[in-house]
């Protein structure tokens, strides 16, 4: 991974392509977006992992940030974020469901680097 900086913010380098970072969101991905995007994917990846060991059939996991707390007097840092899944599959029960999520929460690396900074609300619809 490789940082350059450009007139509007920096370009991040992968293995996979590159993007563009900048606090203006109109050039590129602000920080803040990155930091909620990993913590939100790494936690609905290791839940769609978690049900399949479950041996259930997920058909369709969505995930929806409802809500971003910050608190403007520790440097805008994001205290809070809530989001919702959306997991269409058969068989799957309330209580399978919340099983999973709290196996997930403990077994997803973002989830565990922000467990003692950032409040994690995740709430679910079950299709």
Same mark, same amino acid.
């Given at each position: 991974? $490789? %940082?350059?900086?450009?007139?509007? +913010? ?5 293995? %996979? +392509?590159?993007?563009?970072?900048? +606090?203006?969101? =109109?050039?590129? %991905?602000?920080?803040g &977006? @990155? @930091?909620?995007?990993?913590?939100? !994917?790494?936690?609905a +990846? ?5 049900? $399949?060991?479950? /041996? ?13 707390? /910050? ?5 805008? /840092? !994001?205290?809070?974020? #809530?989001? #919702? ?5 058969? #068989?799957l029960? &309330?209580?399978? @469901? ?5 196996v997930? =929460? $403990? ?12 409040? @994690?609300? $995740? ?5």
């Amino acid at each position: 991974m $490789k %940082f350059n900086m450009t007139d509007t +913010g920096y370009t991040m380098t992968t293995d %996979f +392509g590159t993007i563009d970072i900048s +606090g203006d969101a =109109t050039k590129g %991905f602000k920080p803040g &977006e @990155l @930091l909620v995007s990993a913590v939100v !994917i790494c936690s609905a +990846g290791v839940l769609r992992q978690v049900l $399949k060991k479950m /041996r259930i059939d997920v058909k369709n996991l969505d995930v929806e940030v409802k809500e971003i707390k /910050r608190v403007e007097e520790e440097g805008n /840092r !994001i205290k809070k974020i #809530h989001f #919702h899944f959306t997991v269409e599959a058969d #068989h799957l029960t &309330e209580k399978k @469901l919340e099983k999973a999520i709290e196996v997930s =929460t $403990k077994n997803c690396a973002m989830a565990q680097t922000v467990k003692n900074s950032i409040e @994690l609300v $995740k709430t679910y619809t079950i299709i």
